[in-house]
Nanobody, 125 residues
């Protein structure tokens, strides 16, 4: 197992900024892609931003120009800088790591995808 630990959520006023962090722990050899999804009440989970090792980055149209995803590959960490936040950005934000190759407790090398536990972002005055 590879726990993903998220931090940085909270309450912010419209127009404000927050920075989310997500760190993968364990003996990790590589991660293909890391990204952020969000789920608002009564809505389906949607992609916010993702970044692969090849440098390809994708953003949801609704956050382009306001959010920036970045990675620290040496620390297996992904960040989401969120600026000019709007009330419609309110949601639980989830980190996801795709194609994680890691050392299993039984000594074998394994590969899987993982989700974080989610962090609440509330944009309200």
């Amino acid at each position: 197992q590879v726990p993903l630990v998220e931090s940085g959520g909270g309450l912010v006023q419209p127009g404000g900024s927050l920075k989310l962090s997500c760190a993968a722990s364990g003996v990790i050899f590589s991660i293909n892609a890391m990204g952020w999804y969000r789920q608002a009440p009564g809505k389906q989970r949607e992609l916010v931003a993702s970044g692969g090792t090849g440098g390809i980055i994708n953003y949801a149209d609704s956050v382009k120009g306001r959010f920036t995803i970045s990675r620290d590959n040496a620390k297996n960490t992904v960040f989401l800088q969120m600026n000019s936040l709007k009330p419609e950005d309110t949601a639980v934000y989830y980190c996801k790591a795709d194609g994680v190759t890691f050392l299993h407790w039984d000594g074998t090398r394994r590969r899987s995808d993982y989700w974080g536990q989610g962090t609440q972002v509330t944009v309200s005055s």
